[in-house]
């Protein structure tokens, strides 16, 4: 059965055009349960039809995206396809996002959040290891496969996770910290989900994001002029939002990783670089 699983996984990776990485056996067996438990038939059936008719989908979809896409076309793709199940559930096995997960967590106690929201939250794993940790944490996603899934994993959970779609009001300075991982390349309109983040945030609350702004996949031509962090700051600036610095392992942290002590983040700096490229960015809502 493990091997089994590593192979669907492994032709899902392919099919998805997902990049290989190192993976954790045992979370791609946990998401595997979970998968057979929502669509309750076996792994091996569910790698057969719903994720074998989505990947056939998908590659037919991202051809249009990666061609000039309306504004339709984008949401559309959003609100339909399961890819953002499948391919975010494989994810959650590989060995960079187990250590974002942490990264994040330490983040939290680092500018003291008590109530955060993940923006974009996909298959919903920061959600749930922010609540195991002890934060509340929201969740907001476009409404489709990939909202419906993330809402039966919070309750097969037995958490209490508030859940938003992307055309809900979010309640005015509500939260500590927003994350959002992955998600901006993706946004049609960009400006207006940072007004929306930024309403939302506390005076003196953070929003820490991660960003790839390149032109592959589905991530969108319009917003490539952010890849510049300037003009990315900039952006973020107009909605009160000022760049604090970029989020990373503190030298003692990454030490002790080295000399095998542990094997996640402990303690975080900011450093005042300013890069995206694989890094957490970190804004400070003031009004000053």
């Keep these: 059965m493990e091997q089994q699983v590593i192979e669907l996984f492994e032709q899902l990776r ?15 067996l946990s998401v595997a349960k979970e998968l057979e438990d929502y669509y309750g038939k076996p792994f091996s059936e569910v790698a057969a039809g719903p994720i074998q008719q989505l990947c ?17 076309q984008v949401t559309g793709y959003y609100s339909t396809t399961s890819r953002y199940v ?14 974002a997960r942490h990264f994040l967590i330490q983040a939290s106690r680092k500018f003291r959040v008590k109530r955060a929201l993940d923006f974009g939250g996909g298959s919903g794993d ?7 940790a002890g934060l509340e944490c929201d969740y907001l996603d476009v ?27 979010l309640p005015a300075g509500h939260y500590d910290a927003v994350y959002a991982t992955d998600v901006f390349e993706h ?20 929003l820490i994001s991660y960003s790839t702004f390149t032109h592959e996949g589905a991530h969108l031509e319009k917003n490539l002029q952010y ?20 989020l990373k392992e503190s030298r003692w ?30 804004h400070r809502k003031t009004t000053n």
């Design 14 to 28: 392919k099919d998805l055009r997902i990049d290989p990485c190192p993976m954790d056996t045992d979370r791609l």
């Design 56 to 72: 056939t989908e998908d590659e037919e979809i991202h051809k249009t995206l990666e061609v000039s896409p309306t504004e339709s």
């Design 86 to 99: 499948f391919g975010n559930l494989y994810l959650e096995g590989a060995s960079f996002r187990t250590q």
């Design 126 to 132: 920061l959600c749930v290891a922010l609540r195991k």
């Design 143 to 169: 409404p489709g496969p990939t909202l419906d899934f993330a809402k039966w994993r919070f309750q097969s959970k037995g958490l209490d996770v508030r859940t938003y779609t992307n055309e809900e009001t």
């Design 187 to 206: 946004l049609w309109d960009l400006g207006g989900a940072i007004a929306k983040i930024a309403a939302a945030i506390k005076e003196g609350g953070v």
């Design 227 to 246: 890849a510049d962090v300037p003009i990315f700051n900039r952006m973020l600036a107009g909605h009160g939002l000022r760049f604090l610095g970029q």
């Design 253 to 282: 942290s990454r030490l002790g990783s080295r000399l095998g002590l542990w094997n996640q983040p402990k303690s975080l700096r900011l450093s005042f670089r300013e890069k995206h490229g694989g890094n957490y960015l970190v």
